[in-house]
């Protein structure tokens, strides 16, 4: 987790806004670190998180976190962290086994026609079977709201998903855990009948244990 960007985004572990739908893209530079920063923030704030990691292992994932501070497998452990591995998940549908005990999530692989309802349906279940939070018996902890964590979804139009069935996977994946819409470091705020919106842009440069944020043109040494 960055502190710098928490007070650049005006959240913390403590304090985060509910229902926000946050897409991250990236133009000449990689902003993969986005993604571990929300993964240790939502863990952090004892948020019960589905991590659908389509282009890295569960390993990769983990060995981030724990510069972070962050231990995925003590999430995992503990039910608050819900991780399917798509490279696993993917070999079990391409070469299956006689003991294939992985889910049906990828099945779309063996024909991307169909589209993503088998990956949606393994979204929905989840939540709707915890409502969110982990209810406290025998010992167990309870969790704050829930949160979906999707990298990469543009890996899945390179699989053969059609655009419509990745817009229509993120429309209900959106309506069944999310109700606003934001991209790009922007807060939409009413002024009378209408609306303003609100943009920062910031250069970065990352760091083996962190992040360092600019004002665009202020700093030339940026990634």
Same mark, same amino acid.
């Given at each position: 987790?960055?502190?710098? !960007? ?8 403590? /304090? ?7 897409? =991250? ?6 902003? /993969? ?6 993964? *240790? ?5 004892? @948020?019960? #998180?589905?991590?659908?990691?389509? #282009? ?8 981030? *976190?724990?510069?972070?501070?962050? /231990? !995925? ?6 039910? $608050? ?65 829930? #949160?979906? !964590? =999707?990298?990469?979804? /543009? ?6 998903? *059609? ?9 209900? @994946?959106?309506?069944?855990? @999310?109700? $606003?819409?934001?991209?790009? =470091? @922007? ?27 600019f004002a665009r043109g202020t700093s030339s040494a940026v990634l």
């Amino acid at each position: 987790m960055f502190p710098e !960007l928490n007070s650049i985004l005006n959240t913390t572990p403590e /304090s985060f806004t509910q229902g926000e739908f946050i897409l =991250v893209s990236d133009r000449q530079s990689d902003a /993969s670190f986005l993604i571990h920063h929300f993964l *240790s923030l939502y863990l952090r704030a004892r @948020c019960k #998180v589905w991590f659908l990691g389509l #282009v890295q292992s569960l390993n990769h994932y983990s060995a981030v *976190s724990q510069r972070l501070g962050v /231990s !995925l497998a003590q999430a995992k452990e503990k039910g $608050q962290l819900v991780f399917l591995e798509g490279l696993k998940e993917s070999l079990s549908v391409l070469i299956p086994q006689e003991t294939n005990t992985g889910s049906q999530a990828m099945d779309f692989l063996r024909d991307p026609a169909v589209g993503l309802k088998s990956l949606y349906e393994f979204v929905r279940s989840g939540v709707s079977s915890s409502g969110g939070r982990e209810e406290e018996t025998d010992g167990a902890e309870e969790w704050g709201p829930p #949160v979906l !964590l =999707v990298d990469d979804i /543009s890996v899945l139009l390179s699989l053969g998903v *059609s655009v419509g069935a990745v817009l229509d996977f993120s429309h209900y @994946c959106r309506a069944t855990v @999310c109700s $606003q819409l934001k991209v790009e =470091v @922007c807060w939409r705020r009413r002024q009378g009948d209408g609306q303003y919106t609100q943009k920062k842009l910031f250069q970065y440069k990352v760091h083996d244990k962190g992040a360092s944020f600019f004002a665009r043109g202020t700093s030339s040494a940026v990634l």
